[in-house]
Nanobody, 122 residues
Framework: QLVESGGGLVQPGGSLRLLCTASAYTLDYFAIGWFRQAPGKEREGVSCINAAGSPTDYADPVQGRFSISRGNTKNLVYLQIDSLKPEDTAVYYC?????????????????WGQGTQVTVSS
């Protein structure tokens, strides 16, 4: 089971660090993706880190502002979000893919967390 945390209400220009943890297994051998879904919109891939630790960004609007990384423990993945904008408001999900390679398609991920709400507003 995956659990996200770290979301909240933040002003434009602020930062958040989201955490994705696994309670029953390590995430070493999984590609871990972060997705987001805003009201009335489809879920979109944001960033992914493959089993070797190489990151990929999937959404152009997040280039240079989002950074995905693995934690020192084997069951932790971070998503650092800087220079937040109102359009970043969404529920953010982490997902695990039991495969080396990343993907921006939600259907390729087998395990999902419940999501954490990020709201950017002044």
């Amino acid at each position: 089971q995956l659990v996200e945390s770290g979301g909240g209400l933040v002003q434009p220009g602020g930062s958040l660090r989201l955490l994705c943890t696994a309670s029953a297994y390590t995430l070493d051998y999984f590609a871990i993706g972060w997705f987001r879904q805003a009201p009335g919109k489809e879920r979109e891939g944001v960033s992914c880190i493959n089993a070797a630790g190489s990151p990929t960004d999937y959404a152009d609007p997040v280039q240079g502002r989002f950074s995905i990384s693995r934690g020192n423990t084997k069951n932790l993945v971070y998503l650092q979000i800087d220079s937040l904008k109102p359009e970043d408001t969404a529920v953010y999900y982490c997902a695990a893919k039991p495969n080396y390679y990343c993907s921006g398609f939600p259907r390729e991920y087998d395990f999902w967390g419940q999501g954490t709400q990020v709201t950017v507003s002044s």
